[in-house]
């Protein structure tokens, strides 16, 4: 069974900064392409970045040069780090895994983690 954990989130000032751990249990991490999404409320679900199996990465256009993605795989974790958030940031953010290859769709993740909150103030 394939478990995926998020840990991080919070409340933080806009321009301010955050991590956000995913650790990954029960499968086999090397495989995955793993991502990261967001939900604000009343809005669909949303691509933020994802890391794929073999270390490619890729960003929504509303993160690129302020997140970024990497992963430790001797630990199965994976992480996003927020630079100069925005309230616009502000979503309950969920990581995913997933052997298919349409790492920006989320239809295509299998596994998803429960989700942590991320609230940026004006």
């Known amino acids: 069974q394939v478990q995926l954990v998020e840990s991080g989130g919070g409340l933080v000032q806009a321009g301010g900064s955050l991590s956000l751990s995913c650790v990954v249990s029960?499968?086999?991490?090397?495989?995955?392409?793993m991502g990261w999404f967001r939900q604000a409320p009343g809005k669909d679900r949303e691509f933020v970045g994802a890391?794929?199996?073999?270390?490619?990465?890729a960003y929504a256009d509303s993160v690129k040069g302020r997140f970024t993605i990497s992963k430790d795989s001797a630990k199965n974790i994976v992480y996003l780090q927020m630079n100069d958030l925005k309230p616009e940031d502000t979503a309950a953010y969920y990581c995913?895994?997933?052997?298919?290859?349409?790492?920006?769709?989320?239809?295509?993740?299998?596994?998803w983690g429960q989700g942590t909150q991320v609230t940026v103030s004006s």
């Open positions: 890391i794929t199996w073999n270390s490619r990465l």
């Open positions: 029960g499968g086999t991490f090397s495989r995955y392409n």
């Open positions: 995913a895994a997933s052997t298919f290859p349409a790492y920006r769709d989320d239809y295509s993740y299998e596994y």
